[in-house]
């Protein structure tokens, strides 16, 4: 499985943007990026994924290098709510199964 | 909106005992998966099943593990015998599609004395 890197925590004041970098050097032609997250005491949550080109939803926004080695996961403005670990994790297209690593703690402070 | 509902939420067992771990995976979902959380570690995961069988597994997921869709709504996972390092988070999850993204239960956490 391919791997990815992320920084083990990070901080950001609420209503601030938070940029949560993820380094998958190694990532292949068939491997989508997903991010999930897991607040405090709950199971993972999906957030958002991509191939190859940005995309945006409701919760988050997440910028793919051209060479697909690198994604930033983009809340835009954060909230208290969003203290959680996230995960960057590359899922080949085919298999199912999510390999979790250790993800990035974000802290938000009022 | 429909979810992924989990019990008990949490379970005290002795060791050696058996344990069940009760899931109901989103109604029209098709896919369903355990994965376990040992405190303080990754998200490991444990086994996909689909279509009454188990179609991948890790290598945690050794003869003390069963899985069984009993019904039509209930996935359950079974410990045969606990052991001390059994004592973490285990998650269900369910997807309706093969390339869908997963939807996660609360988790039950296992404790076992």
């Known amino acids: 499985d391919a791997k990815t890197t992320q920084p083990n925590s990070m901080e950001s004041n609420e209503e601030e943007p938070v940029h949560l970098p993820c380094n998958h050097s190694?990532?292949?032609?068939?491997?989508?990026i997903h991010w999930y997250r897991q607040l405090p005491s709950q199971g993972p949550e999906y957030v958002i994924h991509?191939?190859?080109s940005n995309v945006n939803n409701r919760m988050a926004s997440l910028a793919i290098a051209e060479d697909r080695k690198s994604s930033t996961l983009i809340l835009h403005r954060a909230t208290l709510r969003d203290a959680a670990v996230y995960y960057c994790i590359l899922r080949d297209y085919n298999t199912d199964k999510l390999i979790f690593g250790t993800g990035t703690r974000l802290q938000v402070f009022p | 909106e429909p979810e992924v509902t989990q019990t008990p939420s949490h379970q005290v067992t002795q060791m050696g005992q058996e344990v069940i771990l009760r899931c109901v995976p989103i109604s029209n979902h098709l896919y369903f998966y355990w994965y376990r959380q040992i405190l303080g570690q990754k998200v490991e995961f444990l086994v996909s099943?689909?279509?009454?069988?188990?179609?991948?597994k890790s290598e945690i997921f050794d003869d003390q593990f069963s899985v069984e869709r009993p019904d039509g709504s209930n996935f359950t996972l079974k410990i045969r015998s606990t052991k001390l390092e059994d004592s973490a988070m285990y998650f269900c999850?369910?997807?309706?599609?093969?390339?869908?993204?997963?939807?996660f239960g609360p988790g039950t956490r296992l404790t076992v004395l």
């Open positions: 999850a369910s997807i309706r599609d093969y390339t869908d993204t997963q939807y």
């Open positions: 099943f689909y279509n009454n069988e188990i179609s991948e």
């Open positions: 991509g191939l190859t």
């Open positions: 190694t990532i292949s032609g068939t491997d989508y």
